[in-house]
Structures are given as structure tokens and as C-alpha cells.
């Protein structure tokens, strides 16, 4: 076997269009395959995408074996399976959960169900320096501020409504972009001349994203494409700036971390940087692998959480479509 740091941990990933699945030790990532699903029209639609990962999972796990192997690790030099539980598609979910409950049966090995949102704080801090920061959560449906304090990751500031990534890709469609629309917004901002006024919701500590994108879709009609994604950006990262400064002054914690999918935009990061520059604060973001959905970050969260002994049964292995990460209790750090 290949020379690895403590326990080697199987990560399956699918909450939505990305399905993954990594093997992880402490020390780094021993190997990664993923299959995602790109629907030709619209948005995500979850029978088809939940159909794409049942066709593709039985593949998915026979390469990142095959490739394990290739490095001296067998099927049976895995310690634990972990699988993303939640929060996410429920039939995306659910064909995750079985693939991981077959796997340890059949190996022999115990159960790990993740928090998705969790994964990407804890891969984020893994692929970083970050020690104790308030994070900016954003990917397609989840949009929150947390910070951890006495056992558990707390919310301190969230969407109301839709997430950035799903409020991007709303307008994206109606814009004739294809899925998904985020990266495309972000290059056609580039080209803008001029901003154009967008509602501007923050409500106390949360915000509000569904009015904006109607507005920056109306806004088409009589502006310019890339002025309109310019200022939809500038709109919604501001937002999510304010509250993510204003929980680094409630929490007087003195690091930021960017995760999830929409981190990789750097417009946000640069953003980032200026007010934690300004506040002489650190500001982190794992390299772009690690911002989207990856089988990584579970096999990663899976890997801590077993170095805790914080285990899954199989009555307990349901999926949790609504898993919030504050509902997790996080054993393997202290105040």
C-alpha cells in the first residue's frame, strides 16, 4: 500500500447536478472521479438528474477504486464511507444514500452521512490556513454567513428566499445563457459600461435575491446584456459583503472563508479581499476544485468525523433534503 497519514475514507457526493466520489487521507487527496449532469435546456431538473446518477454512480465508484488501486490502496483499506445526507435534491439524495449503504454492507465498514454545507467549510479549512473564520457559504440554493461557536456551526446571516447561484441562474435563462449561468455572467460583466439600479435588500442580518433578479431581467428590455450582469454581480455581492463584515464584527473573529460553488467567481473574492483588507482581517478561498461540489470535501468531513467517532446507522442513513448545517452537532472542534 502507498504510503497514507491515519484512516482512508471513500467520499460520495451528489446533492444535486455534480455526482463524485474521492478517497481522502489526512494528508491529501489520493484520488477523484466525478460524472456531472448537464441538462440541454433549463435548470436542474431533479428526476433527471437523480436518473443520470443512478446510470453513472456504478462507474463513478468502479474508477476511483481502479485508480486507488493503481496506487497501492485496495477496497479493503478503506475505514469508512462517507455520503452527502443532505441538504440537496431529495432523488439525488436518495440514490447516494443507497450506493453508500451497499458499499458498507458489502465492505464491512461504517456509515458516515455529511452535511453537504459543512463539507465545504471543512475542505475549505483543510485546503487553507483558515483556523476560525466567519465563512460565506454561497452556492446554488444556500446562501449563508456561519461561524462556529460551542459545538456547532451558527447561522448569523442567510437568504430569505432563493440562493445567489439559483438567483444567477433564474436570470441567466431568461437571458438565453445556457446552465450554468453563473460563469457566463461573471464574463460578460467584463464588458459593461455603465451600472444600472438594482433592489438592494438586506434585512437586518439576511438578505433577498429573488426581487433583484426580476428586476435585472426587466432591466433587459432597455439596457444592455453586460451592464445588466455587471450590475446583478455588483448588486448581490454586495449583499453578501455587508453581512459577512458585520459577522466579523459581531463575532470579532479575525479570518473570512469564501466556500461553495459560486466562490470561484473572483468579482466576489476581490470584493472579499478589499473589506478584509480594510479591517486588516485574513481572507482565504481554497483553489477552484474544492469550491464546487466535490467527492473530496464528504470523504474529507467523513475522515474527521470518523477520527471522532461520529457514525451513521443504516436506519439513520434517510435523506435529509433540509439538513441545515446548524442542526449538526460538530464534535471534532472545541471552543
Request: glycine share 10%; aromatic share 8%.
Amino acid at each position: 500500500m502507498t504510503n497514507t497519514s491515519g484512516p482512508i475514507i471513500l467520499g460520495i457526493e451528489g446533492t444535486a447536478w455534480n455526482l463524485s466520489a474521492a478517497i481522502v487521507d489526512y494528508n491529501d487527496v489520493i484520488t477523484e472521479t466525478t460524472a456531472t449532469y448537464s441538462p440541454p435546456t433549463g435548470g436542474i431538473h431533479p428526476r433527471e438528474a437523480s436518473q443520470h446518477h443512478a446510470d453513472h454512480i456504478g462507474s463513478v465508484i468502479t474508477k476511483v477504486f481502479l485508480e486507488a488501486d493503481g496506487k497501492g490502496i485496495n477496497p479493503s483499506d478503506i475505514d469508512a464511507v462517507a455520503f452527502s445526507q443532505g441538504p440537496g435534491l431529495g432523488p439525488c439524495l436518495r440514490t447516494v444514500a443507497t450506493a453508500a449503504r451497499a458499499l458498507s454492507l458489502s465492505l464491512d465498514i461504517p456509515l458516515i452521512g455529511v452535511n453537504h454545507c459543512i463539507a465545504h467549510i471543512e475542505v475549505g479549512r483543510w485546503k487553507t490556513d483558515a483556523v476560525d473564520p466567519v465563512v460565506l457559504y454561497v452556492s446554488g440554493a444556500n446562501s449563508q454567513v456561519l461561524a462556529y461557536r460551542k459545538g456547532r456551526y451558527r447561522v448569523f446571516g442567510e437568504t430569505l428566499d432563493i440562493g445567489i447561484g439559483n438567483a444567477l441562474d433564474k436570470f441567466a435563462r431568461g437571458a438565453g445563457l445556457l446552465h450554468p449561468g453563473g460563469p457566463r455572467i461573471e464574463e460578460l460583466a467584463k464588458g459593461a459600461t455603465s451600472y444600472i439600479h438594482l433592489p438592494y435588500v438586506v434585512k437586518g442580518m439576511d438578505f433577498s435575491f429573488t426581487g433583484m433578479s426580476t428586476a435585472a431581467s426587466n432591466a433587459l428590455q432597455s439596457s444592455l446584456l453586460e451592464d445588466v450582469c455587471y450590475s446583478l454581480q455588483e448588486n448581490a455581492f454586495a449583499m453578501l459583503v455587508e453581512v459577512t463584515e458585520r459577522a466579523v464584527a459581531h463575532t470579532g473573529k479575525d479570518e473570512v472563508l469564501l466556500a461553495g460553488g459560486v466562490g470561484a467567481n473572483m468579482r466576489l473574492q476581490e470584493m472579499l479581499k478589499i473589506m478584509c483588507r480594510e479591517r486588516g482581517i485574513k481572507f482565504y478561498a481554497p483553489e477552484r476544485r474544492f469550491m464546487g461540489d466535490n467527492g473530496t470535501m464528504i470523504a474529507y468531513l467523513g475522515l474527521i468525523m470518523y477520527q471522532h467517532h461520529t457514525f451513521t446507522s443504516i436506519s439513520q442513513s434517510h435523506a435529509w433534503p433540509n439538513y441545515r448545517p446548524d442542526d449538526t452537532p460538530v464534535t471534532w472542534r472545541q471552543d
